[in-house]
């Protein structure tokens, strides 16, 4: 069964380094986000894109943050100058086309990204 | 504004006992869909089942079964026969509109069978 792939597995960045995060999603798939979750805490949603642009975005994805499709394969997630708030799981989806078809999301195994 | 409660934090059952997560959510969209995802301790999150707002059929896919009710808003999810590999977090979720819809997650339960 496909399934969407994450890279790296495990991140460990200096406070105010920029990282960028990985992901292949599924290959038919048209929509593509972010989620994060904090160590013990709730998934919580931080980007949505498609057609090649964000569709919807959360409150805490602020300007240290970007989305790119830079080819047809990989949907990439930057942090330009990491906090040590940043530490988390960062949680690649994507899910297959529009209206009632568009569910469900299907998840990455995650990157857990460590801000020293 | 959409929102799920799972007022369960943790729960702990022995092997084979039955155990039901309970998940509450608020939405003004008429048209919605619910969701539970499993992460287990590897962190993964698994996808479970699917329910839109007009199906309020209740499904049972072996062990699993979901109770999903509009007039209480809620979408509970019980396991038949625990067993030790059930062990996870378990989240409801809720998207509100077609097209690019984002989760909105509960907190999750995490759920110990012990042997």
């Known amino acids: 069964e496909p399934e969407v792939t994450q890279t790296p597995s495990h991140q460990v960045t200096q406070m105010g380094q920029e990282v960028i995060l990985r992901c292949v999603p599924i290959s038919n798939h048209l929509y593509f986000y972010w989620y994060r979750q904090i160590l013990g805490q709730k998934v919580e949603f931080l980007v949505s894109f498609y057609n090649n642009e964000i569709s919807e975005k959360s409150e805490i994805f602020d300007d240290q943050f970007s989305v790119e499709r830079p080819d047809g394969s990989n949907f990439t997630l930057k942090i330009r100058s990491t906090k040590l708030e940043d530490s988390a799981m960062y949680f690649c989806?994507?899910?297959?086309?529009?209206?009632?078809?568009?569910?469900?999301?299907?998840f990455g195994d995650g990157t857990r990204l460590s801000i020293l | 504004a959409q929102k799920v409660t799972q007022a369960q934090t943790e729960i702990s059952v022995v092997e084979k006992e039955d155990v039901t997560l309970d998940c509450v959510y608020e939405?003004?969209?008429?048209?919605?869909?619910l969701f539970w995802y499993k992460q287990p301790p590897s962190g993964e999150l698994v996808f479970l089942i699917r329910r839109n707002s007009f199906d309020e059929q209740n499904e049972i896919s072996g062990r699993y079964s979901w109770n999903f009710q509009k007039s209480t808003s809620s979408f509970n999810f019980t396991i038949t026969a625990s067993q030790v590999v059930d062990s996870a977090v378990y989240f409801c979720?809720?998207?509100?509109?077609?097209?690019?819809?984002?989760?909105?997650f509960g907190q999750g339960t995490r759920l110990t069978i012990n042997p």
């Open positions: 979720a809720l998207t509100h509109r077609q097209g690019a819809q984002k989760l909105v």
């Open positions: 939405t003004r969209d008429t048209t919605y869909y």
């Open positions: 989806a994507s899910s297959p086309g529009t209206g009632t078809n568009n569910q469900p999301q299907h």
